[in-house]
């Protein structure tokens, strides 16, 4: 049976309305609510679902951030996830962390810990990176299964179906494997009182990222974030021919 | 691939209730003054004449004659209810609203005012040919007060867009109902409507701070202070508060509305039967005190209904009742704390069963959703009646078993869920068709009992066109007829919203 190792990443809530700070650095995190990347819950899902189906012995959540990010752990050992690790960088230091970090990380604690599956979500919300499950596999030099919308358990691995551009892939990969969870993998549970209980009292291991041996100094430098465009407000229009003639005017037809 | 996912979410947790039920039905709904049998009052037609009248102060963009163009206007939300209107007038200011009714008094034209349309008893569409007059683009905010927390606005804004605004400024609106998106903070005055944390931020009497409303001649009533204490002499805001269009068009509103929680928590629990949610909530009332905002409940079928007909996912699974209980407070950690003793203690005596519990605001969003759809949920499919009544707490559901036996097979479902911490329960009885013989098992049996169990006939959804021959097992006779004195000294020709609230006296 496998061990399965699922990175959750703690970003603002998806119901929260994102503000950009003035000096335009960045967004507005202070006093905003937070809560477990929803891919990432995807992730967890799947890991305590293999468990359940008892394809795997023991699931284990990290999650790299400052200590809110323990919040986002106990969401995941609710959920289902046997223990979590809990990689310390706060400050200055997380606010550069990119996914090479993460990475790094993950890959070094899936040594570690003697992790067979590595999941985690095929994106986090907030920065959209889309890399950290790749850059993970390709650290480990496992196969990588990202996007993943069905994981079943094959004698000699997994088969995966992918979303891919206009369809699903379905392929086969050996363990141990680096999987990304994609939208319709499965729907998440909400943890149950009893398990929310449970999992006050589950082992949360903290470690610091340089114990890993992991540098943290950044390779990307975020120029300046901005809001989107303001959507131009529409208009009512009498008839079809005003309609097309605006349509022409506008060069769009 | 970050725009599916935003899509997705926002599929699941704000699901358009309101568009698909309405369209869920294409059929039109039969006019109401056939369906109950109206006779018409003798109120002037509208001529050519009285259109141009209304074009030369709204211009012709916002006087509606084209059928098609004023059919919406005259059906209701739960499409119960069907008007003959041949004219939409749509007013931008007070002004403009003065010179309507100053007019239409002076032709003995009948009048329908409407805001939202999501009224609940068919007061807000007409009844035979009442012009109505729709508030939708007086939508302008005014002034808000942060200090005091008043806000000004015209009668027309959206409570959601209300809502939005104060939050940015660290405020949020004191009634929230699953009909905020539609619904106008002028029709919410007018309904008195209570809504989701009543218990916790009380009733429009007392946030409504003053108001602006134009009385059947056109007079203005300008009652529209932001203060707090103003006792000058008779508090008429009062009487636009829940009188549902016939006493006045309220076109502006001063509300008070309570600073925005910082820390804010749902539960979702699993309750084994309802004497088990009345413990449940005496307990929570003790130990969350004054963080406690909304407690709610929902029996089996209301949640697993909405489930099925909507697919929604339901957080938790089968259990004989639900509570839903949300705290508001200032301070996430002394909140955590009370919540999560009083969590220990119910699960360990058993009166929750089983349940979730979540801080983050798209959970919420969800689990509110699903509590909020209910309303909608019973609409997709043949035909529902819809009961809204106050019952001291004790019986609270003690009618909900009344009407299914009472109903049998003639129902295809009979449930009940509702604001427990107000006494107002919600019952809906799903029909195959709306016939006759259905009608007469129901009404007026199921007013009779919450009148021998001193309750209310309706809790809040008001009176309208659906509920005047009612109002006595909920009013005195002495009640009403100061009443009926009222509103012939406001609107001596009863323009104003007629064959709504008051009953026919014979
Ligand atoms: C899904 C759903 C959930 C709901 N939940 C609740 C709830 O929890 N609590 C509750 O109390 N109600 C609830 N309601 C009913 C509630 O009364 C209305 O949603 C709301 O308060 C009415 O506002 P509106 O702008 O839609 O008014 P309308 O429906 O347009 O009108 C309602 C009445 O007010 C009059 N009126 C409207 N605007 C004015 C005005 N400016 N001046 C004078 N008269 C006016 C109309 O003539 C009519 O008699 C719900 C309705 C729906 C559809
Ligand atoms: C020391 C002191 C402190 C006060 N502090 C406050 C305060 O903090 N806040 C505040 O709002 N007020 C305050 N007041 C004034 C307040 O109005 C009164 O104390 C109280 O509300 C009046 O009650 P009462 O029974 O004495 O009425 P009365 O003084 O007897 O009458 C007051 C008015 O009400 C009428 N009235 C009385 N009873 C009835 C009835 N049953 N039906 C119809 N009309 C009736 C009378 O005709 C009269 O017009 C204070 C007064 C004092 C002396």
């Keep these: 049976m496998s061990r399965v190792l699922v990175g959750v990443k703690r970003v603002i809530d998806y119901a929260v309305k994102i503000r950009v700070k003035p000096d335009k650095s960045g967004v507005v995190t202070d006093g905003v609510k937070h809560s477990m990347n929803p891919f990432d819950e995807i992730a967890v899902e799947e890991a305590v679902r293999m468990k359940e189906k008892k394809l795997a012995s023991e699931v284990i959540a990290v999650t790299c951030g400052p200590t809110q990010a323990q919040e986002t752990l106990r969401t995941a050992l609710a959920m289902g996830a046997d223990r979590a690790i809990h990689v310390e960088v706060a400050g200055a230091e997380y606010e550069t962390l990119q996914p090479l970090h993460v990475a790094k990380i993950l890959a070094k604690l899936s040594q570690d810990e003697k992790a067979d599956i590595v999941i985690v979500g095929k994106q986090a919300i907030d920065d959209d990176s889309n890399q950290t499950a790749q850059m993970t596999a390709a650290l480990l030099d496992w196969p990588q299964a990202v996007f993943a919308s069905k994981v079943e358990k094959t004698d000699s691995g997994l088969t995966v179906t992918r979303e891919i551009d206009g369809g699903l892939e379905v392929i086969k990969t050996k363990l141990p494997a680096v999987l990304s969870a994609d939208l319709r993998l499965n729907e998440p549970r909400y943890a149950t009182l009893p398990n929310i209980m449970k999992a006050k009292k589950k082992p949360l291991k903290k470690v610091a990222a340089k114990d890993l041996g992991v540098d943290l100094s950044p390779r990307i430098k975020v120029v300046s974030v901005e809001d989107p465009p303001v959507r131009q407000g529409g208009s009512i229009l009498p008839d079809v021919d005003t309609l097309v003639a605006k349509l022409k005017e506008g060069g769009h037809v | 691939m970050l725009k599916r996912c935003k899509f997705i979410v926002h599929y699941v947790s704000k699901f358009n209730v309101f568009e698909q039920v309405r369209y869920a039905s294409q059929i039109l709904p039969q006019f109401s003054a056939e369906k109950y049998n109206v006779k018409r009052k003798n109120f002037s037609n509208v001529q050519a004449a009285d259109v141009s009248y209304f074009q030369s102060i709204l211009g012709n963009d916002r006087v509606l004659t084209d059928r098609d163009e004023v059919l919406p206007f005259n059906i209701d939300w739960i499409r119960n209810c069907r008007g003959q209107s041949q004219v939409v007038l749509k007013p931008k200011t007070t002004q403009e609203v003065s010179e309507i009714l100053a007019y239409c008094n002076k032709k003995r034209l009948a009048v329908c005012p409407q805001g939202g349309n999501t009224g609940l008893v068919g007061g807000s569409v007409p009844v035979y040919d009442e012009i109505v007059i729709n508030l939708m683009l007086m939508d302008k905010i005014i002034t808000l007060d942060e200090i005091s927390g008043a806000l000004v606005c015209e009668a027309g804004c959206v409570l959601e867009n209300l809502d939005n605004y104060v939050r940015g400024h660290n405020l949020i609106m004191p009634l929230d109902l699953g009909a905020k998106g539609s619904c106008q903070i002028g029709g919410n005055v007018s309904t008195n409507a209570g809504g989701l944390r009543l218990l916790r931020y009380g009733n429009l009497h007392g946030s409504v701070l003053g108001l602006e409303a134009v009385k ?291």
């Design chain 2, 216 to 506: 059947a001649d056109g007079t203005v009533i300008d009652c529209l202070r932001s203060l707090k204490k103003d006792n000058t002499g008779y508090h008429l805001k009062h009487l636009f508060i829940g009188s549902e269009g016939t006493l006045g068009i309220v076109t502006k509103v001063a509300i008070h509305c309570p600073v925005l929680p910082k820390a804010a928590t749902l539960g979702f629990f699993g309750i084994k039967n309802f004497e088990n949610i009345l413990e449940l909530y005496k307990s929570a009332k003790s130990s969350l005190g004054e963080i406690l905002s909304a407690f709610e409940m929902a029996d089996n079928l209301a949640i697993t209904q909405t489930v099925k007909n909507l697919n929604l996912p339901n957080p938790i699974s089968d259990y004989p009742f639900y509570a839903l209980v949300e705290t508001h407070g200032s301070n996430e950690v002394h909140d955590g704390e009370k919540l999560s003793n009083f969590l220990n203690k119910e699960m360990e005596s058993g009166l929750i069963m089983d349940g979730t519990v979540t801080s983050d605001p798209a959970k919420m969003q969800t689990i509110w959703n699903l509590r909020e759809s209910i309303a909608a949920s019973s609409l997709v499919g043949g035909y529902v009646f819809k009961y809204d009544v106050s019952i001291p707490q004790k019986h609270y559901y003690d009618i909900v078993p009344m009407l299914k036996q009472r109903l049998g097979d003639k129902a295809s479902a009979v449930f009940g869920y509702g604001h427990i911490g107000d006494g107002n329960i919600h019952i809906n009885i799903s029909v195959p068709q709306y016939t006759k013989e259905v009608v007469s098992l129901i009404e007026p049996f199921i007013f009779e009992e919450v009148s021998k169990l001193k309750g209310s006939i309706s809790a809040e959804h008001g009176i309208g066109f659906r509920k005047p021959q009612f109002i006595h097992y909920s009013k005195e006779p002495s009640a009403l007829g100061l009443m009926r004195d009222l509103k012939q000294l406001m609107d001596p020709n009863g323009i104003l919203n007629p064959y709504k609230v008051l009953p026919e006296t014979n």
